[in-house]
């Protein structure tokens, strides 16, 4: 049983580029959360997407967008980045609601973005 | 707005040598409270649910409990291998899930 898988697990892009990252959900689970965890901090919440709409949403401006297909996996977009977007951006995925029934998310070994 | 804090922020112990972690929160109606272990460059990993207070779980060398404000993890005879980042989080009934900073757990042999 495959778990969570995010890809690509390292990547480098300069200032104002653009970047997408992907990732495909535990089997049986169609509900996707994005995580931001800056080095030293623990995982803040982006968004959530279940039945490919966003559900939720924390304190992230517009330059991050997301997208959820019909097979349940997901994409996280980064417009104009930033030296402050170099982060380890998480998927975790669960069963809806968002942590099913027991509170468990089941997290990928997440993308580590380097923005120079 | 949910709120959550760890301490210590660190922590180095002998191995064998028992101590506990705080989580304190702050919530709008607590739904569950959950504490993940995580190792360098990897994910969180699932270790306990907690819904109310009062509760209790245990796993191998690992305890965790509840209040109304806060929530320990005890570690009892740990060993190196136990080394890790332990988060904190809560979920509450708007679902908003929140994590705290984690302590980071070093025992020595």
């Known amino acids: 049983d495959a778990g969570v898988t995010q890809s690509p697990t390292h990547l480098i892009k300069t200032r104002g580029q653009q970047v997408t990252l992907r990732c495909s959900p535990k089997?049986?689970?169609?509900?996707v959360s994005w995580y931001q965890q800056a080095l030293g901090q623990g995982p803040q919440f982006i968004f959530q997407y279940y039945e490919e709409e966003e559900r939720q949403r924390g304190n992230f401006p517009d330059r991050f967008s997301g997208h959820q297909f019909p097979n349940y996996s997901s994409e996280l977009n980064v417009n104009a980045l930033l030296l402050g977007d170099s982060a380890l951006y998480l998927c975790?995925?669960?069963?809806?609601?968002?942590?099913?029934?027991?509170?468990?998310?089941?997290f990928g070994e997440g993308s580590r973005l380097t923005v120079l | 707005e949910d709120q959550v804090t760890q301490s210590p922020e660190a922590l180095r112990l002998q191995e064998g040598e028992s101590s506990s972690l705080n989580c304190s929160y702050t919530v709008s109606g607590l739904r569950g409270l959950f504490w993940y272990r995580q190792d360098p460059g990897k994910g969180p990993e699932f270790l306990f649910t907690?819904?109310?207070a009062g509760e209790e779980k245990e796993k191998e060398r690992l305890k965790a409990t509840l209040t109304k404000k806060e929530s320990f993890l005890h570690i009892t005879a740990p060993k190196p291998e136990d080394s890790a980042t332990y988060l904190c989080?809560?979920?509450?009934?708007?679902?908003?899930?929140?994590f705290g900073p984690g302590t980071r757990l070093s025992v020595l042999p």
């Open positions: 989080a809560v979920l509450d009934y708007g679902q908003n899930f929140v």
């Open positions: 907690l819904y109310s």
């Open positions: 089997s049986g689970h169609d509900t």
């Open positions: 975790a995925s669960s069963s809806h609601p968002p942590a099913g029934n027991t509170g468990e998310l089941f």
